[in-house]
């Protein structure tokens, strides 16, 4: 058997071993965003009773340099972590602002970052 | 005490209750992520070898049905769930265009999904 009829003869049960290695990837990283937006829902939630300010400048400049510092542990573009979390908090204020519309309470609350 | 002296003082702890958790999840995020990228790279190099076509608009469908059950499961927005996958996908793309820029082998080939 020749090296190419061996590759194409591999490449599709390699191809779905891979695949199912990013299914069981993406159920990780839909449950651990569920765990997230459960957390930001609480400090959105915690922050609106104690009077706390919406955002913190801070917080989300620490997170940032966190993210960052991580994704180039973890060999990720480390531009990639921080627009994935600008993408990630994007959605923390949509809901955020879904939950302050439902309960008809005035906008402009806590973002939970 | 009274209650609103108690959610004064209680707050900043659970503050950082909550963001620790955030903490954590972020970095699950971000290696889970990593993991991911991996996966996509070999089966990008896996298509380009075997020489299959790019773009596998049945396993990509079944990707995002899949995705918006688990959302559901997760109590997670599906809607969110799919532009999560497109964001990723997205950011798969890109990188398979720098690979195959950086070998200067012609574009437009696996995209990894």
């Known amino acids: 058997m020749s090296v190419a009829m061996h590759i194409e003869n ?10 199912d290695s990013i299914d069981n990837l993406d159920a990780v990283l839909v449950h651990t965003l569920a765990e997230r ?14 009077r706390l300010p919406a955002a913190d400048p801070v917080r989300e400049a620490a997170q940032i340099r966190r ?8 060999k990720l573009d480390p531009e990639f972590a921080e627009t994935f979390l600008a993408f990630i908090v994007k959605e923390v ?3 955020h602002e879904a939950v302050v519309e439902q309960a008809t309470r005035p906008a402009a609350e806590a973002t939970g970052v």
Chains 1, 2 share one sequence.
Request: net charge positive.
């Open 93 to 95: 204020i949509r809901n």
């Open 67 to 74: 993210l960052r510092v991580l994704a180039e542990t973890a």
């Open 37 to 50: 937006f459960k957390c930001t829902q609480q400090v959105g939630a915690l922050k609106a009773r104690a």
């Open 10 to 19: 591999e490449a599709p049960v390699e191809l779905q071993r891979l695949r």
